[in-house]
């Protein structure tokens, strides 16, 4: 899976999976500090879950395991928690502006949600599919919608209405950040994890991102 996320996305770009929550031994101990302010034990043992993930990707990419201080929107990693699961992307440092991550395994969104995260143009193209494929496909796009919100170092204020999908059925493709014709340019990708999807979106430094559009 990574190395078709490589391919397609042209970036040198990490994945690593977790299903098990990392240790309490090994926390540093700011990020024990971070723990204990949780309030719930679920957010504490999703917290533990995107340690896990991200930690072992901070050890692929050659970083500092210490994730105290890794904040998000980031321009090298992002994190996303899923039914058991957790996921973490990184690139090296200067590669982008800005990356982006959302899994899905099994919940679909309502139909009637569409209106909220996708603009007109994309329910256009969700309304001309086949109801037996419809509901997959808003899975589809509500990962990628939240990868490429994610991917967005300006995305303050901003919703998953602020981005179009130039082609929304491609599986690889760019997104805009505003309107289509002169907004940022966003380059995703989102591939089949069990019942659902994995999706990842990476933003360019502005002078590259206006040759992305396919």
Not at 14 to 23: D, F, G, N, S, Y
Not at 40 to 56: E, F, H, I, Q, V
Not at 71 to 90: E, I, K, M, R, W
Not at 170 to 175: D, Q, R, S, Y
């Amino acid at each position: 899976m990574e190395a078709v996320f490589e391919r397609q996305l042209g970036i040198p770009v990490r994945l690593c999976v977790a299903r098990k929550t990392i240790e309490m031994a090994a926390l540093s101990l700011k990020e024990r500090a971070q723990y204990d302010q949780l309030a719930t034990p679920s957010r504490r043992n999703d917290w533990l879950l995107g340690r896990s993930a991200l930690k072992a990707l901070l050890a692929r990419l050659g970083r500092c395991s210490d994730t105290a201080s890794v904040t998000f929107p980031n321009p090298c990693y992002s994190l996303t928690h899923c039914d058991g699961f957790a996921a973490a992307v990184g690139v090296p440092p200067r590669t982008l502006e800005g990356i982006g991550v959302d899994l899905e395994t099994s919940r679909t969104p309502h139909p009637r949600a569409a209106g909220l995260f996708l603009t007109p143009h994309e329910r256009a193209w969700l309304e001309r599919l086949g109801s037996a494929v419809r509901g997959r496909e808003l899975r589809r796009l509500w990962t990628v919608k939240e990868a490429v919100f994610k991917s967005d170092p300006a995305n303050r204020g901003r919703s998953l209405m602020s981005y179009e999908l130039v082609v929304p059925g491609a599986k690889f493709g760019v997104a805009a950040a505003g309107p289509s014709s002169s907004g940022r340019l966003v380059r995703y990708g989102s591939l089949e994890f069990g019942r659902g999807f994995l999706s990842i979106a990476a933003m360019p430094p502005e002078k590259v991102s206006r040759w992305w559009k396919n």
